[in-house]
């Protein structure tokens, strides 16, 4: 076990190495720091990101999950590990010596020295001339390193005097001279960092940006919502969510609530892979809330006039999340709740299950959005209808949902289709189950 402050102050500034080592789902990420690519866990075209100066401490954001405030949490989500085994993958990484607290490790092999330079140039010893580059600490300590390499690193970063940089000695080797000495070889990377001064006041400058932008993603998911209209089957204008619910099969089922609403002209802006396609689209819209109610996004379904999915790249989108906010344990609360309630993944199939059970069901989303739900007070039973997908990631977020619902005291069941699925197809969902066989093929009935 590595010592887990030796390991943090040694990774300050290399997680650009680390994460191309532990982590090369994050290549893509790495290549456009501060701009969205695909989420390298949920997939999608714009997801995540990692901030753009990642490299000193790992941080980045997943529009599902929320923020990751350094490079141990972003390798324990994407890798699945817990913390004590990223901070030994980073420590084996990094070369240090396990067990060893952080002053010990300061010996090892691989040491990193942040500082401002104070003198750089040779420095006269009782064995001869050795290139010296002596610097004061934030703390205030003084330390000096020495090495034939170490000038050729600093040449090659153009260090003067003054500035505030980062040494790192990555290895050393124990030399036999001619006459019979050993003597150590350093081999070392120099390069230009950030004063404190000067990461203050960029930190506090993304910080004030971060808050705006936040604020400004808040302010546009609202108003989008207080545009939209509430959705009546005889309402003409909502004609095309009618057509696209009773193509599902599900335009017989209950609406007594207005989380599922509609926007006549819904604005559908495309990926970098559509080549910034911006068209208008009719749209069913429904709130994605928090377990307190509260509204923390939108989700868009873009349609055709004849009710299918528009022909774009992803025509189910959710509206960029604020700083800091995360869909983990939102749902879409599609009706009100009982003691028994029902959830599932997707919008369609949760309307699926109320048109067949009677029981209101809400949408999770996700199979992760599903594991990370917890029901509100009052509900004593939870019936988890699960997708059948090749991979089996449904089913088995179905069953991680249902044994952390036991292990708080609720009744919950998993509800699997024991339907196989079709040669080449990816899956089944009750929505399929509902539009094959109808509300009989169900495995509970309400009232």
Excluded at 56 to 79: E, H, K, P
């Amino acid at each position: 076990m590595y010592d887990k402050k030796s390991v943090k102050a040694a990774a300050v500034g290399r997680w650009d190495q680390i994460f191309h080592a532990l982590a090369p789902a994050l290549d893509e990420a790495q290549k456009t720091p501060g701009r969205h690519v695909p989420c390298p866990v949920h997939g999608g075209r714009n997801g995540f990101r990692l901030f753009p100066r990642y490299d000193q401490t790992g941080a980045g954001i997943c529009n599902t999950c929320g923020a990751f405030t350094d490079g141990f949490a972003v390798l324990c989500w994407i890798n699945g590990w817990s913390f004590p085994q990223a901070v030994n993958a980073v420590g084996n990484f990094l070369r240090l010596t396990p067990g060893k607290d952080a002053s010990a490790n300061a010996q090892g092999a691989s040491t990193k020295y942040v500082g401002r330079i104070l003198f750089m140039g040779y420095e006269q010893f009782r064995t001869g001339k050795s290139f010296t580059v002596r610097l004061r600490t934030q703390s205030g300590e003084t330390v000096s390193c020495r090495g034939v390499d170490l000038k050729r690193a600093a040449e090659a970063a153009r260090l003067v005097k003054g500035n505030w940089v980062s040494l790192c000695r990555l290895a050393e080797q124990e030399v036999r001279l001619v006459d019979g000495r050993s003597v150590r070889k350093y081999l070392w990377s120099a390069s230009v960092v950030e004063s404190p001064e000067e990461t203050s006041e960029r930190l506090a400058q993304e910080k004030k940006e971060l808050a705006l932008e936040s604020e400004h993603k808040r302010m546009s998911i609202e108003k989008f919502w207080a545009q939209t209209r509430a959705y009546r089957a005889d309402d003409p204008v909502c004609e095309p969510m009618r057509r696209y619910l009773a193509h599902r099969g599900v335009d017989a089922a209950p609406f007594e609530t207005t989380e599922l609403r509609f926007m006549p002209n819904c604005l559908y802006a495309g990926s970098k892979e559509e080549e910034g396609v911006r068209k208008f689209y009719p749209a069913m819209v429904a709130a994605v809330r928090d377990e307190e109610g509260n509204l923390v996004t939108v989700h868009r379904t873009y349609l055709r006039p004849e009710g299918v999915k528009a022909p774009v790249f992803e025509p189910k989108k959710l509206m960029s999340l604020p700083y800091g906010q995360t869909i983990n344990g939102c749902a879409v609360k599609l009706q009100p709740c009982g003691p028994v309630l029902c959830v599932a993944e997707g919008i369609e199939t949760s309307l699926s299950v109320t048109a067949a059970t009677g029981y209101p069901c809400w949408s999770c989303l996700s199979a992760h959005g599903l594991v990370e739900f917890t029901p509100p007070d009052g509900v004593r039973t939870v019936l988890i209808f699960a997708d059948k997908d090749v991979s089996g990631v449904g089913e088995e977020a179905a069953e991680k949902l249902r044994s952390k619902l036991a292990n708080r005291g609720l009744l919950a069941v998993v509800c699997c289709i024991p339907d196989p699925i079709p040669v080449g197809g990816k899956g089944l969902d009750w929505n399929d189950v509902l539009r094959a066989k109808g509300p009989e093929a169900f495995p509970v009935r309400g009232k």
